[in-house]
């Protein structure tokens, strides 16, 4: 974790502040809380090899993704779940610990440069953009990945207020739900609705925003 906070600063930030959501959305459904708040801490130790090319650790304004093709930028990204898993290892990290590097995406789309190469390439293969997986297999894997991505996607909410944010995260996991990616999971329809709430709540309560009543 000390290593994680000097190497890659913002993805430390950032798995704090997945890992108190996480905890809080387990809490609320009856899950393992303290099991998916160190998964959430541990989840991102792969962007340590190239802090760089992670958002949240560009602070200079040079973005390296600028030199490369959108291929090799979606390859680099995808990466930091299998650097994730090797530095886990590496450091006798509990195989329960691991699932959670290696689910935090499933098989979702790095969706930023897939759209990016199919502007320059209509013939573009897809799976070249994809996380290899698995999908979550616990609820707890599931929330982790719930989390990550409102989390990550909540620092692009320009001017948010609670509607706003209700919205964001009904889209986001609603997505999710869409692409299967809770089918392994063992979590009901309405234990995410349940955390759709908190996240919700504990977003409203991040930005300091009063709810909106109707008039």
Do not use: C, M, W, Y
């Given at each position: 974790m000390k290593e994680l906070s000097n190497k890659a600063p913002g993805?430390?930030?950032?798995?704090?502040n997945v890992a108190n959501l996480a905890e809080a959305a387990a809490n609320e459904i009856g899950a393992n809380a303290m099991l998916v708040?160190?998964?959430?801490?541990y989840h991102d130790i792969g962007k340590m090899k190239n802090p760089t090319y992670f958002t949240e650790n560009q602070s200079t304004g040079i973005n390296p993704h600028d030199e490369l093709s959108p291929t090799e930028s979606?390859?680099?990204?995808?990466n930091h779940v299998i650097d994730g898993i090797?530095?886990?290892?590496?450091?006798n990290l509990p195989d329960r610990v691991i699932d959670f590097i290696r689910t935090h995406h499933g098989t979702s789309l790095v969706y930023y440069f897939y759209m990016k190469e199919k502007e320059v390439n209509e013939l573009i293969a897809i799976e070249d953009f994809m996380y290899p997986g698995p999908k979550p297999f616990s609820?707890?894997?599931a929330i982790l990945m719930m989390c990550d991505s409102v989390e990550a996607a909540s620092k692009s909410l320009k001017e948010?207020?609670?509607t706003k944010i209700d919205d964001f995260v009904e889209s986001i996991l609603n997505k999710q739900m869409n692409d299967d990616q809770f089918l392994n999971a063992n979590i009901t329809f309405k234990e995410i609705?349940?955390?759709k709430k908190i996240l919700k709540q504990k977003?409203?309560?991040i930005y300091h925003l009063r709810i909106e009543y109707p008039e």
């Open positions: 993805t430390f930030h950032h798995s704090l708040r160190v998964g959430a801490l979606a390859q680099i990204i995808i090797e530095i886990a290892r590496k450091n609820k707890e894997t948010p207020t609670s609705q349940s955390i977003l409203t309560n």
